[in-house]
């Protein structure tokens, strides 16, 4: 087999890695790495490494997830390879955000910047998605301003850029600003955001769907997100484990909100059972659903489970630490003050 047959087949490989399920996912990257064995080409290696450190983040292994960006090492030859290394860099930064470590994020991010001007185009998508990171980021940091500089700065890059098309990345982006908006108190614009993206028909439809409610519960506009759950549910949309997080979040505050408390218990309990799934709780999230059952435990007169509850929410306040992403879950500080008033 040629040098460039073996390195068409690694390329075409790797980019089939990204649909499917886990065992293609890793079936296609050891096939890449066997074709890449003794070639003598750093950018193949680099993007090698890349995929292979998300397989490893997938998986939850947190340590091979950053020895194989080792192979991923800084190259300044020419601007494809600096932007290559780019996407190691967001790599790495994907990595610290998985286990909380959100100001490590942000120094890794800071390592790279364009070479070129006017930016390369593979400069430019490696720009958007520093971004996009760095908005998600500072949001979670509770930094919402700044968050939106970022997030307007990638939405920037899809409207202007030549030749350049963010159809995967557009849900993403349109959810961030959402999220955003949330957090500065505009829901309405936060609902333009999400609805320009469902009009055209970008993926992810199940995520701006969810966010879409939250920012119609913001608004009181309960019947809507009645609506929107419903549409979900009966369509089977394919939801990842965020979506299933943030669902149950929205339909136990709408069950809460409209006093069906023993539904709203079981959507609470099942928003707990989801965030199990993640490392980026920082407790915070896990102390807002808990003061949420304790709420329709008192309101239903149990006074005992309540007390129960309380105590393992003193146990987490005494363990959670102030670092991290306590701003995770957009639409929950809001819903704290709702639970804080209550008592008032």
């Known amino acids: 087999m040629t040098r460039k047959v073996r390195v068409d087949l690694a390329h075409s490989l790797m980019e089939s890695s990204r649909y499917s399920v886990m065992e293609w996912k890793q079936f296609a990257v050891n096939q890449a790495k066997e074709l890449t064995l003794g070639l ?11 995929r292979q450190c998300l397989l490893h983040r997938l998986s939850g292994e947190t340590e091979p997830a950053f ?23 967001l790599q790495r930064a994907l990595n610290h955000i998985q286990l909380d470590q959100l100001d490590k994020a942000i120094a890794s991010l800071a390592e790279w910047q364009p070479v070129s001007q006017p930016h390369s185009a593979m400069e430019q998508v490696v720009l958007f998605r520093q971004y996009l990171l760095m908005g998600k980021i500072l949001r979670y940091q509770g930094h919402f301003t700044a968050s939106l500089q970022y997030l307007q ?32 108190d505009d829901p309405a614009v936060a609902e333009s955001c999400l609805r320009a993206a469902m009009k055209h028909q970008v993926p992810k ?52 909100i409209r006093t069906q408390f023993e539904e709203a218990f079981r959507y609470w ?14 407790g915070r999230t896990t102390r807002i659903i808990l003061l949420s059952q304790c709420h329709v435990l008192h309101c ?45």
């Open 40 to 50: 003598d080409d750093s950018d193949l290696r680099s993007q090698l490494a890349q």
């Open 67 to 89: 020895t194989a960006l080792m192979d991923g090492l800084p190259h300044k030859t020419n601007r494809r390879s600096h932007a290559i290394y780019g996407h190691t860099i």
């Open 153 to 184: 700065g990638a939405q920037n890059i899809t409207n202007t850029a030549k030749d350049l098309v963010f159809v995967e990345d557009a849900s993403d982006l349109a959810c961030n600003l959402a999220d955003t908006y949330l957090e500065l």
């Open 205 to 256: 439809q199940a995520a701006l769907m969810i966010a879409l409610a939250e920012c119609l519960f913001a608004q009181e506009r309960f019947v809507e997100v009645d609506e929107i759950l419903r549409h979900i549910s009966q369509c089977q949309l394919k939801l990842m484990k965020m979506d299933k997080l943030r669902q149950s979040i929205v339909q136990a505050k709408l069950s809460h």
């Open 269 to 282: 309990t099942e928003a707990m059972s989801n965030l199990r799934r993640f490392t980026l709780a920082s």
């Open 300 to 344: 239903q007169g149990l006074y005992d489970i309540e007390n129960r509850t309380r105590d393992q929410l003193d146990a987490l306040e005494r363990c959670a630490g102030m670092s991290g992403a306590s701003y995770w879950v957009s639409g929950l500080r809001h819903w704290l003050h709702f639970l804080e008033s209550c008592k008032q």
